[in-house]
Each structure stands twice: as structure tokens, then as C-alpha cells.
């Protein structure tokens, strides 16, 4: 008669079925330890290729960095001059959007002197600019009528090609009115030190 055994059959084959599993896993892994084992194991000259091909490519990496080097000052150059260029063209809308104080001095054609017609003297409203303080005191004049506006002289020269102003006399004019914009001067006036 068959007895049966005194101990579970499956206490025996569950850490069998373990070990078993662990051993196919190591199975499975092997080729990848080979891979790693494999590239280690390089020869000598393939080393040396290797060692000379990066060191080529770290060359030519190099010398693209020095080439774009050159160039890195001329863009940093042509960004703070797109930078002005923006400011300035902002002042300039705002200085159109700011009501300007317009005044206007006559050139006689046949003298090349200055004068300027003031509404305010009734009896003579033809106002001469013989020389420089003249011409100062009525900047000041007007500077002070002006009050925050831009303060401008146009000056209207002859119609007919008369030889006046002279280019001294131009000069000169230059000089008297270089402290407020005109249509003498382009750019703009030189700032007075207080």
C-alpha cells in the first residue's frame, strides 16, 4: 500500500522553481555583460584610431568656435545700434507729439541781415539782429514764451538767388543760434554749460 509522504511535495518545489527563475534571468542578461565585456576588450590600434579621430574632430570644433568668435563683437556692435536706433526714434515721436514754438527770422536778400517780425511792437513791429547778444536776449525772450514747447527758428531765406547771406555771414548766424534748433543747423543745438 502507497502512503503518503510525511512532508508537502510543494515545500520542495517552490525554492526549486525559485533558483530556476534567477538562473534564466542571468541567461537573459549574459549578452549584455558580453557587449560591455567586448568593447573594453578593444585592441590597441583601434584605440589609437579612435584617440586620433576625436582629437580631429575637437580640431575642426575648435576652429568653427574661432570663426564665429569674429563675429560675436560686429552682432553685440549691431544690437545696441538697433537699441539706440529704437530710442531715438521714440524721442523723436514724442518730440512730433509735443507742440513746438515756432518763430520765424527774415534774411534780407540784399544785405544778408537778420530781423525778426514782432507782433508785440505795434509801432515797429521789424525787430533787426544786428549781432550775437541781440540774438540772445531774444532767444531768452522766446525760450521764456515758449515754456515746455520746443523752441524753433526757421529762417527765411530770399526767393532769388542774391548772394546773401554770405557764407560768413551763415557761419555767423550759426554761431548766435547754435543753442536752439533752427533750419541753419541739422543737428541738434550744443547744450549750454550751467
Known sequence: MIQMP?????RFFIPLIDVLLLLFSIF????????????????EVELLEDNERL???????????????????????L??????????QKEKDQALKRPNFVRVIDVDGKTGKLSFYDLTN???????IPNKQTAQELIARHKKE???????????MPRQETGRPTQAQELEYRDWFKNVHNSLVKEPPVKEKS
Open 122 to 128: 505795434i509801432d515797429n513791429p521789424r525787430m533787426p
Open 28 to 43: 537573459l542578461l549574459m549578452p549584455a555583460f558580453k557587449g560591455a565585456e567586448g568593447t573594453s576588450k578593444m585592441s
Open 79 to 88: 544690437k545696441e545700434l538697433q537699441a539706440e536706433l529704437e530710442r531715438l
Open 55 to 77: 582629437k580631429r574632430e575637437l580640431k575642426r570644433l575648435w576652429d568653427d568656435l574661432k570663426q564665429f568668435e569674429k563675429y560675436r563683437d560686429p552682432v553685440r556692435k
Open 146 to 156: 515758449a515754456g515746455k514747447r520746443l523752441l524753433y527758428y526757421h529762417f527765411l
Open 6 to 10: 510525511h512532508r508537502s511535495v510543494t
